[in-house]
């Protein structure tokens, strides 16, 4: 059973448009973090967030952490194919050991 | 600045025999934790070394195990391979604790036939 649960699996969108993934818990986490994963290549730290409600932009990219720090959401504007890739939440628990979701599988067709 | 290193990068190893894996972190960082990630899943937290010492530890059997030197480098070790072992093993490194993201090197594939 995965503590973190992330949703779509797969997405597949055309250049230009604007999508939202999400991670979602039973759980409450003292921070959560975001990657992205290529292939053949481990996973790249996109942003961390720690407090309930925050919210975090870094370029395209827009980050939330929920209120309640069980979930978060990713939010791209005007995908690019070099966003292409597995993206990755990741929450900490005890400060020590972070739990992985399954990831969402994004493909941005040019 | 080196990130982390990871070798080999590829190993392919039979069923019930014992496998080592290597990490060196990237420079600063104090503390290395290993995942395993299988085909289409998330990483999978096996264990933590910090100053020396496994401080977590994942729902991982005995048959992984794990060392860290004095230059905060590590082994992952593994007996009695199982075809179920098959995956891609990540190293992190961090400062302990990793609140602020891990640096995660490019992993090692191993197969096991």
């Known amino acids: 059973t995965q503590l973190l649960e992330q949703s779509p699996q797969f997405l597949s969108i055309q250049e230009g448009e604007n999508l939202t993934v999400y991670c979602n818990s039973s759980?409450?986490?003292?921070?959560l973090q975001w990657y992205r994963q290529e292939p053949g290549e481990g996973p790249v730290l996109l942003v961390t967030?720690?407090?309930?409600?925050e919210v975090k932009k870094l370029k395209r990219l827009t980050f939330q952490f929920g209120d309640a720090r069980k979930d978060s959401s990713l939010h791209i504007t005007a995908a690019q194919p070099g966003d292409t890739g597995l993206y990755l939440c990741?929450?900490?628990?005890?400060?020590?050991?972070?739990?992985f979701g399954s990831g969402t599988k994004l493909n941005v067709k040019p | 600045d080196a990130g982390v290193t990871q070798s080999p990068t590829h190993l392919i190893k039979t069923r019930g025999q014992q496998v080592t894996l290597r990490c060196s972190p990237k420079?600063?960082?104090?503390?290395v934790s290993w995942y395993q990630q299988a085909l289409g899943q998330g990483p999978q937290f096996i264990f933590q070394?910090?100053?020396?010492?496994?401080?977590q530890r994942g729902n991982f059997p005995d048959r992984f195990s794990g060392h860290q030197f004095p230059n905060y480098s590590s082994e992952l070790n593994v007996n009695a391979l199982l075809l179920g072992d098959s995956a891609l093993y990540l190293c992190a490194s961090s400062l302990r604790p990793p609140n602020y993201g891990y640096t995660f090197g490019s992993g090692t594939r191993l197969t096991v036939v």
């Open positions: 070394y910090y100053e020396e010492e496994e401080r």
């Open positions: 990741a929450g900490g628990k005890n400060f020590n050991k972070f739990y």
């Open positions: 759980s409450v986490f003292s921070s």
């Open positions: 420079s600063g960082h104090d503390t």
């Open positions: 967030v720690v407090t309930g409600g």
